[in-house]
């Protein structure tokens, strides 16, 4: 639900009732994953998804339903052997949504919280007493609260804790406590829906590459800065899509900025006076990707130098170098492109192989979605190479 928080925090806003159905929980090659959410408002007006379109229709039927009797609603949704016209997943997978009617509550607060760009988490009971289905809990990251399960006053408090420790690493997850609060008592199960600000991009080096990764980056959902020591390159007219544009040498700026373990650094800078210095920060720290473009030659030449700099061989792992996947790319469009396909497979847990000659499963279990990894993917001799080639074409590289 937090997904289309902007949206639906002006339905609330504008003082409209509606319904959201959001999957709980997913089995199989399901097409979303929980926090997935379809809202329909009285109007008959709606917006997000649950599966991508193979139960949509059925969905949207629940939810005007919700909306007029105004009871929660859990429904599981699969294939169908048996019947060919049965509403299901045509993927295989298994689906469980809730569907719930919002009119003020609590809901309203953490939706205007997430649309602030603020971190938020509405834990949800999605299993468990009929009379407490949808009751929710909205958790700030110290763990404050407000509304209520509905239960015993102890569910209350140990739901507040979970939540923000989900909240604390980003994650959107299911839990389940007893019913008092405590570990061995009736289960319940809450969802657990976290809303946290955009993860940071950092592009070093203000090339044209790096304006073709901007537009990458921001149609990912990144919050994109850029970063060159050299005013003449670091416009606002070569990068007007950038939401931040920095003119100072990449390592200060690195030392001085907030990174987290979602944070993705790009060096692009090609310049061993910015990039030895740079990598030898952005390897100790703890965030999701760091990547260097250059050529094959480049890349071994600065192993060497960041070896002689005293960077250790487990740091050394961690660089993505040549950065990118291999797709023949040629343009700084098709390069941004390599670039953020390797980044979403270092997140999402992806071989980078091609889905085609792929037997592992196509939706990926919902803890490879939700944390980012630091191992490497497959060696390049399994096929992975950079999606900046061997000549360096574009760079100047292959000329030396």
Request: charged share 25%; proline share 5%.
């Amino acid at each position: 639900m937090l997904d289309i928080a902007d949206e639906l925090n002006r339905w609330a806003e504008e003082g409209r009732e509606f319904a959201v159905a959001t999957v709980v929980a997913v089995g199989g090659s399901a097409p979303r994953q929980p926090g997935a959410a379809l809202a329909v408002d009285g109007a008959g007006t709606a917006i997000g998804s649950v599966s991508g379109g193979c139960v949509e229709g059925a969905v949207y039927a629940l939810c005007q339903q919700v909306l007029e009797d105004g009871e929660a609603v859990r429904e599981r949704f699969g294939y169908s052997d048996e019947d060919a016209f049965a509403v299901g997943l045509t993927c295989g997978g298994i689906i469980d949504v809730l569907v719930t009617r919002v009119r003020g509550g609590i809901v309203p607060t953490a939706l205007a919280a997430a649309a602030r760009g603020q971190a938020a988490a509405l834990a949800t009971l999605t299993d468990g007493p009929a009379d407490l289905l949808g009751h929710a809990l909205f958790v700030r990251p110290d763990g404050a609260y407000e509304g209520t399960l509905g239960g015993h006053p102890g569910l209350d408090r140990t739901a507040a804790d979970e939540a923000a420790a989900l909240l604390d690493a980003g994650r959107t997850d299911s839990v389940v406590i007893g019913e008092d609060g405590s570990r061995c008592g009736r289960p319940v199960t809450l969802l657990v829906e976290t809303s946290v600000p955009a993860p940071r991009m950092i592009v070093f080096g203000a090339i044209d590459f790096a304006s073709a990764l901007v537009r990458v980056g921001k149609f990912l959902g990144y919050h994109v800065t850029v970063c060159d020591a050299r005013p003449v390159f670091a416009t606002r007219t070569r990068f007007p899509e950038t939401d931040e544009l920095v003119v100072q040498w990449p390592q200060r700026y690195l030392e001085a900025t907030e990174v987290d373990s979602r944070t993705v650094l790009c060096v692009l800078t090609h310049d061993p006076k910015f990039d030895i210095p740079l990598l030898q920060l952005a390897l100790k720290l703890p965030v999701a990707y760091v990547g260097a473009m250059g050529s094959r030659r480049t890349h071994e030449d600065r192993n060497q130098r960041l070896r002689e700099a005293g960077v250790t061989d487990v740091e050394l792992a961690r660089l993505r170098s040549p950065i990118g996947l291999d797709l023949g790319a040629r343009t700084p469009e098709e390069t941004a492109l390599s670039i953020a396909a390797e980044i979403v497979a270092n997140r999402r847990g992806g071989s980078g192989a091609a889905l085609s000659a792929a037997r592992t499963p196509i939706h990926r279990p919902t803890e490879a979605h939700t944390r980012p990894r630091l191992s490497r993917l497959p060696s390049r001799g399994a096929g992975l190479s950079s999606g900046v080639g061997d000549t360096g074409e574009g760079l100047g590289e292959g000329l030396r």
